[in-house]
């Protein structure tokens, strides 16, 4: 069966290629990423994943479609994908010496059949920035595009003081859990 995965993420095709999983054809999702008022962290994760892998469903309907989200959680509060400056400094001052979540929904449209949804939490304790280590890591630029503006995979690890749950749900694809789904689905993997 061939399986597309719905997202324009380099990370999490990297991630599939660690467990082995090269996607025929790599499609991302048009959806709206908007946070309706209410909407909790793990809700809106779902809901994107979800929304994602039907939307991509929806074109190729005899593919297996993976589609996945990732949030960033201060409380209810969810930190914005960060794409200027001023916002990551923001980011970094809210989760300096604080705890949050990374939330990853999972979802797996089957043909014929129904969406398959996972939510990965992880819990990330962020070390007391100073203003000159905030400066820091804007400098490089790795934070463009990330919910809450830090990359684990990259220099922003240096910032972590402890990680509880999955590695690899903080870089955007959480390997165990989207492999279960897809085993369970039929799809051929080790």
């Known amino acids: ?31 709206d990423e908007s946070v309706p008022k209410g909407e909790l962290p793990c ?3 779902l809901r994107l994943a979800r929304e ?9 309907p005899d ?7 990732t949030v960033v959680a201060v409380g209810r ?26 939330l990853t929904g999972v979802a797996l449209a089957i043909p014929g059949k129904d969406v398959r ?3 990965v ?10 203003e000159e280590e905030i400066a820091y890591y804007a400098s490089h630029g790795e934070w463009r595009g990330k919910a809450g503006g830090y990359a684990l995979q990259g220099y922003g690890e240096v910032y972590v003081r402890h990680i509880a749950g999955s590695y690899s749900n903080v870089v955007g694809l959480p390997l165990a859990e989207t492999r279960v789904l897809l085993k369970s689905a039929g799809y051929e993997i080790a």
């Open 43 to 45: 809700q809106h994760a």
């Open 77 to 102: 509060r969810i930190l914005p994908k960060v794409e200027d400056e001023d916002t990551l400094r923001a980011c970094m001052k809210l989760l300096s010496g604080r705890r949050h979540r990374v």
């Open 121 to 130: 939490e992880t819990m990330i304790a962020m070390k007391r920035l100073s």
């Open 1 to 31: 069966m061939r399986l597309i995965l719905a997202s324009a993420s380099p990370r999490r095709l990297d991630l599939l290629s660690r467990i082995g999983v090269k996607p025929e054809a790599v499609i991302a999702a048009d959806t």
């Open 52 to 60: 994602k892998a039907e939307a991509v469903a929806a074109k190729e």
């Open 117 to 119: 949804e996972r939510l």
């Open 63 to 69: 593919a297996l479609v993976l589609a996945a989200d």
